[in-house]
């Protein structure tokens, strides 16, 4: 059962929307990279386990913090024992040397398995102290298929892409009744989830800088065209009711820029296609509320429902 689903992280949809919108440095481009697929191999990942979720209580992208550390689980599951995994969407060759990992072309990665133990140590003395009594046993999950590690000792908890059935099947043997105890302990990690702001690590940016337009709902390039009703990808062929653009895109202008006021102008400007003030207040007004008004006032909009705006 799924106690917490998974969603993509507020830093991954932020440098997505700034990639169509601004030119990414290449540091920040491959930090954009990387967590578009560390999210998509979370997501096989997710899949894989679907055959076992029932059994227990799966908590996924917790962001906990022990004695001022942060760390983050990609996936927990609770039953008898507390299962954590860790997930990674590796692709190509990598080697181990002692405790170091490199790439196939000999440059050092950071190591999954000291993260891993590092997180697994932190919900140990975490889990200790609410007063639970459980073991916790952690996996390093590799799941893209093109992925190798040569010179990998047998005794490490890592799970190739090709032994997902195995682990599976070893997860279906374990299942037992959850019990209060198993419950209790999910609801106390999901009270201490914590929420991480990225802000701070995102390159600058301002309204002024970024381009505008609306961003397609799949491919999110530019590229797209409004018909009357509809929004028409030319990248990718994705159609999407217009109004429901608009109001992704009002979402996006509030997430790369919470600060700013949210006017009609702005929208409009930030949609650039839209051709009349009014149409973007027809489309906005279910949502939010409009104050303000007469010649040459604009419209400041607030939500109507704070359940709009996705937090992660
Ligand atoms: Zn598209």
Redesign the pocket.
């Known amino acids: 059962m799924i106690v917490k689903s998974r969603v993509e992280s507020l830093e991954l949809q932020i440098l997505r929307m700034l990639n169509a919108r601004m030119n990414l440095s290449p540091k920040e481009y491959s930090n954009y990279l990387y967590l578009e697929k560390g999210y998509e191999g979370e997501v096989i990942f997710d899949r894989w386990m679907e055959e076992v979720e029932k059994g227990f209580l799966v908590m996924n992208d917790l962001l906990l913090e022990y004695g001022n550390t942060k760390f983050q689980i990609d996936s927990l599951f609770i039953s008898k024992m507390i299962h954590l995994f860790e997930v990674k969407y590796f692709e190509g060759d990598y080697f181990i040397e002692g405790d170091r990992w490199y790439t196939s072309n000999g440059v050092e990665i950071k190591n999954p398995l000291q993260q891993m133990e590092r997180a697994e140590s932190l919900l140990r003395r975490m889990v200790r102290d609410l007063g639970f009594n459980m073991n916790i046993e952690s996996t390093l999950v590799f799941v893209n298929p093109n992925f190798y590690l040569y010179q990998a000792p047998r005794n490490l908890p890592i799970i190739f892409p090709n032994q997902i059935p195995r682990l599976l099947n070893n997860l279906q043997k374990q299942i037992t009744p959850i019990r209060n105890i198993h419950s209790n302990l999910a609801e106390r990690l999901l009270s201490l989830h914590t929420h991480d702001s990225p802000y701070e690590r995102l390159p600058g940016y301002s309204f002024g800088m970024l381009k505008k337009g609306i961003a397609?709902?799949?491919?999110?390039?530019l590229?797209?065209i409004v018909t009357r009703k509809t929004l028409i990808?030319?990248?990718?062929?994705?159609k999407e009711n217009i109004q429901s653009a608009v109001l992704r895109s009002v979402r996006e202008l509030q997430l790369l820029l919470p600060e700013e006021e949210l006017t009609v102008s702005r929208i409009q400007e930030w949609c650039k296609s839209i051709k009349t003030k009014k149409a973007i207040r027809n489309m906005v007004f279910e949502n939010y509320t409009l104050s303000g008004c007469g010649r040459g006032a604009h419209y400041t909009i607030k939500e109507k429902d704070e359940g709009f705006l996705l937090i992660e």
């Open positions: 397609c709902s799949h491919c999110h390039t590229n797209t990808c030319n990248s990718c062929g994705k």
